[in-house]
């Protein structure tokens, strides 16, 4: 086994380059971000910039979630070279260590690293992403804000004594009690369309939906106006508030009653099962780009072309990253079942990993 100091200073050197990439990365994405924002409302009197910093460092962590695996991969890969560069690495070799043991303390540290990000920073990343959510409606309105994207619409089902209703909202406010954007279509007991309603606003009374400057199109009628119009509804505010959240917006540890309120509504679930997946695979994928990692430092001092060899480990973990969101996609769609979805990247990633390892340093 690799001795104690020995370990913890492989450790030591990969945290520092994971930590040294991740936030300057942070850093120059707060800076993009804040100067982005602040062209977007130049032209907004109410805006002040403590608002937009406001909105920068809400939105910050979501961002970096995104950026962590590709943090751990060029931090890896820094380590390895350096290591290898500096006959670190020869030097172990020398005094009878493997490759394995050399590059558990980076994997350890990794999949602590995985394992802190899913049920410490992702929560954190979420109670944020919710806050810059509603400072963005407040800064840019119902019409100009980020979550009236097409790719972003709420899609509630409800049940009452009038029959099925399926609601369709841009943007959610209050908790889930005020929805904006509101498409309205009623069903009768036998599952038949009887109404469609367009309303500017809904907002959530006890057990209706109020909604305002509604226009009622029903067949065989002339589309009909009303400031007010009222359908029945048996869902409350949390259930509401738990359909409209969006995948990123719903910390860890809620996820499983987020699915469950999710399964009653009957829309949205599977977005909840493969978010919850990703997070649990997260680790693994971290793991996978650490063995990526060393399949490139690893290679350097043994036969040279550092730029290539770099050159490919950074096409693998982009192909790997690339394919993990395909598979999130085809996830999301329903296609691809959400742990297969969430699992098969990192696991691919890891057998690829360890049989290019097993292949040339083992045989």
Known sequence: MIGRILGFYFARRFTWAVALIFFSCVSLIMLVDFL??????????????????????????AF???????????????????????????????????????????????????VFATTVFNPLSADFKERANQLESEIFGTSGSFLSDARNEFWIRQQSIDGQAIIQATASQDDGRQLSNVVVYEFDQKDRLTARIDAKSARLLDGVWELTDARVLAPGQDLQRFETFLITTNLDPERIQES?????????WQLPAAIHSAEQTGFGAERYRLQLQSLLA???LLVAMVLIAAVVGLRVFRFGGVGQTILGGVLAGFLLYVGTKLAEDLGEAGIVHPVAAAWFPATVGIIVGVLVLLHREDG
């Open 36 to 61: 982005e924002m602040a062209r977007r409302t130049a032209d907004r009197e109410n805006v002040t910039t403590t608002m937009l910093a406001l909105v920068t460092i809400y939105r910050t962590p």
């Open 64 to 114: 970096t979630e995104q950026l962590l695996p590709f943090a751990v991969l060029f931090g890896a890969m820094a380590t390895f070279v350096m290591l290898s560069r500096n006959l670190e690495l020869v030097v172990a070799r020398a005094v009878g260590l493997s490759v394995w043991q050399f590059i558990a303390p980076a994997i350890i540290v990794a999949f602590l690293i995985g």
């Open 244 to 252: 409209l959240m969006a995948p990123e917006t719903v910390p860890f």
């Open 282 to 284: 997260r680790p693994f």
